[in-house]
């Protein structure tokens, strides 16, 4: 897809904001609202497969069927033609004002307080997927939001096949082309929550002696190579939730 193709006579491609393999996200324009939207495409060439159609089009219902006030919401979704008239599916969503973790925190770690009113949220939000059934299948720092009116999360994934910049949060227990489960959110979890205390993204990496006992523990189990021995994602919001103390502001967006 370029920049100025219009989908269904009605979005507008304008910019791309982020791809991976499977997946690109754009910045695109709804004519019919007037107003903005993220718009994340999903190439047709692994979709000719009729199965494989069925599972981005289920997956596309279940994201829209997502309301949680940490989770970017999705508007509609339809199909388009891409190389060879092979179908492309995609989902239209609120488009953010914020900046990504993975900018915030390029800079190095987050203060304490930030970091787990961050993961604080993250874990909130994984519990409202999980709890309708779903796995997110895609947590790491650019899936997730900060905004002035606190952390959202992007839509769960599409696609089995991870971006190379999520092989560090998929545990050890998961083939790359493995369908996600739920335990491997929580280890992913645990690996966001041990970059933003510490800058990095190793699940032996030690926490400050600053981060409360409670939050410490929590992160070990979510880092655990059992996945039984993880925590669920309810236990890990209701663990972070009483140790994240007053909301802390998000991190300033880094100079370009």
């Known amino acids: 897809m370029d920049s100025g193709e219009w989908l269904g006579e009605r979005y507008r491609l304008e910019q791309r904001i982020d791809s991976g393999r499977g997946t690109e996200v754009w910045r695109a324009w709804d004519r019919v609202l007037a107003r903005p939207v993220a718009l994340k495409l999903v190439p047709g060439e692994p979709l000719l497969d009729p199965a494989s159609r069925t599972r981005v089009r289920d997956g596309i219902l279940a994201c829209a069927a997502l309301s949680h006030h940490g989770i970017v919401t999705v508007y509609d979704s339809d199909e388009t033609s891409g190389a060879k008239a092979a179908p492309v599916p995609y989902l239209v969503m ?13 800079g190095g770690p987050l203060p304490v307080a930030t970091a787990i009113q961050v993961c604080t949220q993250v874990a909130e939000a994984l519990s409202k ?3 309708a059934g779903l796995v997110h299948g895609d947590i790491r720092p650019s899936k997730v939001l900060l905004t002035p009116d606190g952390v ?34 929580i280890y992913a979890l645990g690996i966001l929550l041990t970059e933003c205390l510490t800058g990095k993204r190793s699940p032996t990496t030690p926490l400050p002696d600053t981060v409360p006992p409670a939050a410490t523990a929590l992160c070990h189990r979510c880092r655990s190579t059992a996945p039984e021995a993880r925590p669920t994602a309810p236990r890990a919001a209701t663990t972070l939730r009483a140790v994240s103390g007053p909301p802390a502001p998000p991190p300033a967006t880094p100079p370009p």
């Open 94 to 106: 609120e488009l953010i004002d914020g900046v990504s973790l993975a900018d915030g925190i390029r």
């Open 129 to 131: 997927v999980h709890g």
């Open 152 to 185: 959202r999360v992007l839509a769960p994934s599409l696609t089995r096949e991870p971006a190379w910049d999520a092989l560090p949060y998929l545990p050890p227990e998961q083939p790359t082309t493995a369908p996600p489960t739920r335990p491997a959110d």
